[in-house]
Structure formats: C-alpha cells, structure tokens
C-alpha cells in the first residue's frame, strides 16, 4: 500500500536559518507529491505539489523536487521565518481523484 | 475566496453519546473527504464522496459511524455510540473532479472533538 515517513520532530530554528525537513515514499504506480502546512487552529493548506519526476514545487519561498529514485520529496527554504511556525505535512495520491496518503506531520518552530 | 465550511469547531460529549458534523464544501465541488486527525499523526480518510455517492469508505469504522451527502452537496458525519478512541480533529475536504486532475483538495478547518 501507499505510505509516507517524515523525519522525526519537532524542529526549532532561528529565524532566517535554513530548513530541510525530509520525507520518502513509498507507492504503487506514479504518485503525485504534496506539502500541506496546518498553522496552529487552521484547517491544511496547500503548500505546493509535484506531479511527475524531477518537477519542482515551489511557494512562499519554500522548494522541494521529486526526486523518483531516492523516492524522496524533501521541504527546503533558504531563510526561514517566524510566521513559517506551523505543522508541516507530506502528503502523495495515486490517481486523479483518490484520497490523500498522509505523513505523520512535524512541528517548526522559528524564533526570532 | 470559496472556503470549505465545517461546524461546530469544536464539541466534548460524553461516551456512548450520539455525536454529529456538517461540512459545507466549495460550491461546485463534486468530491467531498472526511479525514480523522489524531493527535500527532496526518489525516486518514474516512470516506469519500463524489457527488451522493460513497466512493471509499474502506477505513470507516460502520458500526458506530456515518456519513451522508444527500443532495450532492453538504454533508454529515455522524458517531453513535461515541468512545473515547475518537477523540480527534475531523477535517472535511472538497475537490474539483474529471481527469485532467489530480485537483487540488481544500480543507475545512476542522471539527475538534473531545469524548470524556
């Protein structure tokens, strides 16, 4: 079956310092990758997406790239922010209108 | 902007207790998701909806819970007899649908329930 791993957390971070957060994969056929963030008492929202290999996502100053032979989609920003402070989640699906397959999130932490 | 709604956002009750949710999502969204959030883990779907019809409710637990979309457009989930296992955010999600996708899902900022 379909399942995502994150990397354990939670993570804190000075502001303007660099983040990486990891995440791999695992799925039957041709999955599209997702980053949703949760800030504290909000529903997910999408950060960005990939559909296919060696495409990368990008918002908000933040990147990640599917990566199909390390089968990997990791978070990166080169400056992070206080408001960056959120729940991060990795998320895949396999087909055009299928569920969502979620990681189990990780808590960032910016101090100013 | 076109949000998807949820209500309440929050609800205690008690064990054994008969517990409902309502999600109302973007107009002209055909897809609609149900997700359970634990605390500490990523959403799991419930069900899945497209239009009035139950696409996947693999993971639902169909002895206590269900989940209607009647006319094809709001929706409800429901938990009779609540147990305290369910203490957990529900969160509602809606979609475009058709095979030029995968659409975009936009959640609802969920339903935090509390069984004591």
């Known amino acids: 079956g379909n399942s995502v791993t994150q990397m354990e957390g939670p993570v804190t971070l000075s502001e303007e310092a660099f983040l990486t957060i990891n995440c791999t994969y695992t799925a039957t056929g041709y999955p599209s990758l997702f980053w949703y963030v949760q800030y504290p008492g909000e529903g997910l929202q999408l950060l960005l997406k990939?559909?296919?290999?060696?495409d990368k996502g990008s918002n908000k100053g933040f990147e990640a790239t599917y990566r199909k032979e390390t089968t990997s989609f990791h978070l990166e920003k080169g400056s992070v922010q206080v408001s960056d402070s959120a729940v991060y989640f990795c998320a895949l699906r396999t087909g055009a209108n299928s569920k969502l397959t979620f990681g189990k999130g990780i808590t960032l932490s910016v101090r100013p | 902007e076109a949000e998807v709604a949820q209500s309440p956002r929050y609800k205690i009750t008690e064990k054994s207790q008969a517990v409902a949710f309502w999600c109302d999502p973007i107009s002209g969204h055909a897809t609609l998701y149900w997700y359970r959030q634990i605390l500490g883990q990523g959403p799991e779907l419930l069900v899945q909806f497209q239009d009035e019809s139950v696409v996947d409710d693999s993971q639902l637990p169909k002895d206590r819970f269900s989940a209607e979309r009647l006319k094809g457009v709001d929706s409800t989930l429901k938990i009779q007899p609540a147990e305290l296992g369910d203490s957990a955010m529900y969160l509602c999600a809606s979609s475009l649908v058709g095979l030029a996708g995968p659409y975009e899902q936009y959640f609802g900022p969920g339903t935090r329930l509390t069984v004591t």
């Open positions: 990939a559909t296919k290999a060696d």
